[in-house]
């Protein structure tokens, strides 16, 4: 009797992943995904609005479908996570600024949820990643039309989109050069192959244009993978990409301005240099903070507040990690390290080799951009780990 409940059951939830309810959350939610990396830019009520009707059908679908079984330690840890993040706001020394983030951070907290309950299997999943590459194209052009127009960020001969910051906006892009190049190697499609391949450059060179140094060294991961998936190709192939990456250099470095490929070629002597463009004050100056709330750390919004006591005018520790420790303490940056851990483990038993490098190239350039950038309130970051989470699920239960 029970076997027999249980097989109705799923036959049920078959048929409700077929049917439209489902249809219309796994659009909703791709095309949300198509406009986290560029539509904030120009309206942040855009991806809001579609934010909440992607939340919307999903709620419906979830009332009549349920949930499924696709959840793991990362799921917990990101509740734990954020409950203390909110939890701080009570001891923040800057009051208005923690309670202007705290709907953000419930947002944020609801992302990785929502992808978990509607990207469920490998074509979901695949489009999942394509959405996010189509939309680093669109941001990528929108990047190259301020450029030929003169229209520069707040830091001069960079370019950005409007209200987005440059450095967030090159992260943004090196994000989806593995994703590219990834689909590059596992799509049928001849045409779908080649049309990744070519959008790859396009962002590299949109990187280029934003000037970012963090940015360049995450793109090399995932031109390094990209490069790495045709280890076993024809000549010809390889011939191909050869071709395609020589070219690509040279059209950033002869279209490129010359202060953004200057300052991305400068990163050995910035690192020799010891100052890493001002970061090493900002980290002085936050780990100092922390001293004085190691535990609990300072609140969250409580940054700003307290780096002005170093006389350092910035709300941000320009290091994730170290954000984390000072405005949550030990205990906020050990409930996020233990997230990664997650994560990390479930990619190490994904049992296909080029599916786990695959992961651990994303992995890694989400790990390299968190060493000079405060990715965690970013939602192109949340959706990265989850897809890590959800795609290394499905390889281990055999259903990718």
Known sequence: ???????????????????????????????????????DGYSDGLVRVFGIIAFGVASLYFVTAGTHKNYSYY?????????????SVAWTPNLERGLMMAPRVFQLM??????????????????????????????????????????????????????????????????AIPMAAY????LQSKWGRIINTLIIPLIIFAIFLTGTRTGSIVAIIGIMYWLFTHRKASMRIKTSI?????????????????????R????????????????????????SQWKNSPIIGT????????????????NAAHNTHLQILTENGIIGVLIYLLLELSVL???LHTPQFSEKVFLITLFMSLIVSQLTLHTHIQKETWFAFTMLVIHALKLQKKQY
């Open 1 to 39: 009797m029970n076997t027999q409940n249980y097989s109705q059951q799923k036959s049920l939830s078959n048929s409700l992943q077929d049917g439209p309810i489902y249809k219309i959350a796994l659009y909703s939610v791709l095309f949300f995904i198509f406009l986290i990396p560029w539509a």
């Open 75 to 87: 799921h917990f840890l990101i509740l734990v996570f954020w409950l203390w993040m909110f939890i």
């Open 110 to 175: 609801l992302l990785p949820f929502l992808f978990t309950l509607i990207i469920i299997n490998r074509k979901s999943i695949i489009m999942a990643y394509q959405s996010y590459v189509l939309g680093n194209v669109v941001g990528s052009s929108i990047i190259i039309y301020n450029y030929l127009n003169g229209i520069e960020s707040p830091y001069y001969n960079r370019f950005t989109i409007q209200n987005i910051e440059t450095d967030t906006m090159s992260i943004i892009l090196a994000l």
């Open 183 to 186: 689909l590059t190697s596992i």
């Open 242 to 262: 050869v071709v395609v990456f020589l070219l690509s250099s040279v059209v950033v470095i002869s279209f490129a301005p010359k202060a953004s490929v200057d």
């Open 264 to 287: 991305i070629f400068s990163t050995g002597k910035s690192l020799k240099s010891g100052n890493l463009n001002y970061r090493t004050v900002i980290w002085s100056a936050s780990f």
């Open 299 to 314: 609140g969250l919004g409580g940054l700003g507040s307290v780096l002005s006591r170093e006389h350092v005018n910035y």
């Open 345 to 347: 483990l479930l990619i």
